[in-house]
């Protein structure tokens, strides 16, 4: 199993900067890919980005170029760097865990934190 806690969301101004900082514990080298989703009110979640195992990372076409997501192997923890931040990144940030056992993947998420943009 892996438990996933998320730390560094809050309230910023449009143009500011934040970072996440998700740290995992449990089975942690079963994990393939670790990312971050959001969600704002009234929309489905939608991927922000990911890296897998093998360092490859993806980005979703809103954010490229303003986030940067990394990790911590030493610290078995993934951070979001979030620049230039917009109003419409408005959103509870979870962080997840995706695992490959026995053929079937599993996910895991964080508690979710808040990360509002505003004026």
């Known amino acids: 199993q892996v438990q996933l806690v998320e730390s560094g969301g809050g309230l910023v101004q449009p143009g500011g900067s934040l970072r996440l900082s998700c740290a995992a514990s449990?089975?942690?080298?079963?994990?393939?890919?670790m990312g971050w989703y959001r969600q704002a009110p009234g929309k489905q979640r939608e991927l922000v980005a990911a890296i897998t195992r093998g360092g490859s990372t993806n980005y979703a076409d809103s954010v490229k170029g303003r986030f940067t997501i990394s990790r911590d192997n030493a610290k078995n923890t993934v951070y979001l760097q979030m620049n230039s931040l917009k109003p419409e990144d408005t959103a509870v940030y979870y962080c997840?865990?995706?695992?490959?056992?026995?053929?079937?993947?599993?996910?895991?998420w964080g508690q979710g934190t808040q990360v509002t943009v505003s004026s």
């Open positions: 997840n865990a995706k695992t490959l056992r026995g053929g079937a993947w599993y996910d895991y």
């Open positions: 449990g089975s942690i080298f079963n994990i393939y890919s």
